[in-house]
């Protein structure tokens, strides 16, 4: 097959392109580094010509709903518009496990990216996961006040990024199923914990005080709204083993 992926440089588009490698499958990553810009839809006709699948794991850094809908949303249109001109089968959709149930900043634009999808003409599957192990040095690096880094408290039932990438390219394989099973890790963690140990793994030894986020969105990271349901899928490797493998 041929499978292309939007987001692929990315820390979960790296395993999938690894992962649709390893299956043999050949593989165009839809990247502004490989020459084509999925906001404006330069070299992207060329790149998914006669794709069986498009795999979006495209991303953006930012806690604004109006950002990070606009972003999502303009892609998607891209993408959707492009794989329908060309006939392209099949439309390949990462988001999070939860976020109908806490629709506020960076979720608010992934689901107008499942809106999107759901409502366009391209047939489609939809993978929700929970957050990846990653999550916790991506926000390690980001909570801070001056020198201090912030520990968030959030319950997380964190999942390998690789695993997810393996999950969707199973999906690509597979025919349009739409709503695919949520996907998540094999226990829950608190995110504040999962800072502290990455922070000791990297040799710190700083206090790093636990914090709240203010607001709706935040008193929803901490009511379990973002966990998996009773019939999700579950990974197999805990934050502890993927945390102990990284070379920080």
Do not use: C
């Amino acid at each position: 097959m041929k499978l292309a992926v939007a987001g692929g440089t990315g820390v979960v588009g790296t395993h999938v392109v690894d992962a649709a490698t390893r299956r043999g499958h050949d593989v165009v990553v839809l990247s502004r580094r490989t020459g084509i810009d999925v906001r404006t839809g330069a070299g992207l006709a060329e790149a998914i010509a006669e794709a069986d699948a498009v795999i979006d794991v495209l991303s953006t850094q930012t806690l604004s709903a109006d950002v990070a809908t606009e972003f999502f949303t303009e892609t998607t249109r891209v993408l959707l518009d492009a794989e329908k001109r060309i006939g392209v089968p099949h439309h390949v959709a990462l988001s999070i496990v939860g976020i109908d149930r806490a629709p506020y900043g960076y979720y608010a634009g992934k689901l107008a990216q499942e809106r999107l999808v759901e409502t366009g003409s391209v047939p489609w599957t939809i993978l929700r996961a929970t957050q990846f192990h990653e999550f916790a040095g991506q926000t390690y690096e980001r909570a801070t006040l001056g020198p201090l880094h912030l520990a968030v408290r959030m319950r997380t039932q964190p999942i390998a990024a690789r695993e997810v990438a393996e999950r969707l390219v199973a999906l690509a394989e597979a025919a349009p199923s739409g709503r695919a099973r949520d996907l998540g890790g094999p226990r829950e963690e608190n995110l504040a914990d999962m800072i502290r140990a990455y922070a000791r793994a990297r040799g710190s030894r700083a206090w790093i005080p636990a914090i709240s986020l203010p607001g709706e969105g935040g008193r929803r990271q901490r009511d379990g709204s973002l966990l998996p349901g009773p019939d999700a899928q579950l990974g197999t490797q805990t934050f502890d083993k993927w945390l102990a493998a990284q070379h920080l």
